[in-house]
């Protein structure tokens, strides 16, 4: 059996995390907004390459990979994904935006777009965003959490003398 530690990160505690990173310089910024996109490109990396395999768990393969096109780090304190984009990704002219929740979800009711995705909580599963990111969910906070704690150390090393 291995062992698991749960980690549960409040709005409220991260708003103090970010507001006391705000104290600490824009030094101490810059090395958490290098490691959180380091990051986020790891994830988007791991969202583009999922969208590929769509097709097989029952969604569009080439509807996935024209959203993937949107798929985008961002660089900010915490490990962010942009998907988004206006530019025309297929040749019908539609772009990131026109896909992004039907190539995701799917849709009972537009015929272009997979059946809808089953239901999963209070929300349906989806096809590649949300299960690659559920997978992925604790290796994110694992790695952020580390990326703080480094950062914090090195502040504290630079400060004491």
């Not at 910024?29 to 590929?52: F, G, H, P, Q, T």
């Not at 992004?100 to 239901?119: C, D, I, T, V, Y």
């Amino acid at each position: 059996m291995k062992d698991t530690v749960k980690m549960e990160i409040k709005p409220s505690d991260l708003r103090a995390l970010l507001n006391t990173f705000n104290k600490m310089g824009k030094a101490a910024n810059k090395d958490l907004r290098d490691a959180s996109y380091a990051i986020a490109k790891d994830v988007a990396s791991e969202l583009k390459a999922s969208a590929a395999g769509a097709n097989s768990i029952g969604g569009n393969a080439f509807q996935a990979q024209a959203v993937a096109q949107g798929i985008k780090p961002r660089k900010d304190r915490l490990a962010l994904i942009k998907i988004s984009g206006k530019r025309k990704v297929t040749s019908s002219g539609a772009s990131v935006e026109d896909l992004l929740f039907g190539a995701e979800f799917g849709s009972n009711r537009f015929k272009q777009f997979p059946r809808r995705s089953p239901r999963e909580g209070r929300g349906n599963r989806g096809y590649f965003i949300f299960p690659t990111l559920k997978r992925l969910q604790p290796k994110i906070r694992k790695d952020w959490v580390n990326a703080v704690g480094k950062v914090a150390d090195l502040w504290r090393a630079a400060n004491r003398g």
